[in-house]
């Protein structure tokens, strides 16, 4: 039996991604099989799939997260029939990720899917999802609670700006949402978010230190903007940081001025 798999191939420095049938046999190790119902596009899949280095080794099958449904197992406590969400663990990068019909991996790598939630339900949610959740569980585990006073959230309209806002305003904190999308401050709104504003007033070189606003901050964003966010975090605030949405691009020209250093040195060798 066959299944259908997007395998991501490189030759030189091109990456090419072609929709190809594999069979069970060309998975990679692991003691519980799945088949998969959803996988997210996550930031970090666009990446894979724009030749942002997500992926260290090839070929690969692309596709940091799926959830689906088990269909053989060894490991114990998963059976037949389970449903089950799997993120992170190198998945889309060092082993086959969630963008097949069929994933095989380490059963310690999943988790179970409680009612009554879907496997659908769990990709919506996302890997942007846990990762909004993991921020404000470190914002409570740092001592932050709706009286602290307003939380600002950068990147708003992004996948964990958004479910950020959804979670923190529904728990009680009033949220501050940062965005370059203004024209989406309906959508924001009703996320939860009480007050929006420009990102530029963010983004740009600021003050080592500015007047204290922040009880706390969900960023997702980092370079420029994360610096003045933690410039203007209150005594005894907490910032979380996640991402580097707006440093990706300085990221990738590091990374790439660092490969042509390396291959100089190679040659001169
Ligand atoms: N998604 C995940 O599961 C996950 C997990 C761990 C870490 N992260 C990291 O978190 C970051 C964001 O991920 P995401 O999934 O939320 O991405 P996303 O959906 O692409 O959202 C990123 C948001 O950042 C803002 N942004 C983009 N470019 C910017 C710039 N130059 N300056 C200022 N703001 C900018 C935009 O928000 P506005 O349009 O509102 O301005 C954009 O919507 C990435 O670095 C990613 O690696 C993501």
């Not at 606003?213 to 975090?233: C, E, K, M, Y």
């Amino acid at each position: 039996m066959t299944f259908k798999a997007l395998l991501a191939t490189k030759d030189g420095d091109k990456l090419s991604t072609n929709v190809v049938e594999l069979e069970d046999k060309d998975l990679m190790p692991g003691n519980v099989t799945v088949t998969v119902d959803y996988s997210t596009v996550n930031y970090k899949d666009a990446g894979a799939l724009g030749d942002y280095d997500v992926i260290k080794q090839f070929p690969l099958i692309p596709g940091i997260d799926f959830a689906g449904t088990v269909e053989a197992s060894s490991y114990p406590g998963i059976t037949i029939g389970d449903r089950v969400v799997a993120n992170g663990w190198g998945l889309g990068q060092t082993h086959h990720g969630g963008y097949a019909q069929k994933a095989r991996l380490n059963g310690d790598w999943l988790v179970k899917i409680p009612e009554p939630f879907s496997t659908k339900d769990a990709m919506a949610i996302g890997t942007a999802g846990y990762t909004a959740m993991l921020s404000v569980l470190a914002l409570e585990h740092g001592g932050i609670t709706p009286e602290r006073g307003d939380i600002l959230v950068t990147g708003a309209n992004g996948g964990v700006g958004s479910l950020a806002i959804a979670l923190l305003s529904n728990l009680g904190y009033r949220v501050v949402a940062s965005t370059g999308r203004p024209e989406e401050a309906d959508y924001l709104r009703e996320l939860g978010a009480a007050e929006i504003i420009d990102r530029r007033t963010l983004s740009e070189p600021g003050e080592p230190v500015a007047a204290e606003r922040w009880a706390g901050a969900v960023d997702s964003v980092g370079s420029h903007t994360l610096a003045n966010v933690l410039a203007q975090t209150r005594y005894r605030g907490v910032v979380t940081a996640c991402g580097i949405a707006q440093g990706h691009l300085a990221l990738k020209k590091t990374r790439a001025e660092s490969r042509r250093r390396t291959a100089g040195l190679t040659e001169r060798r």
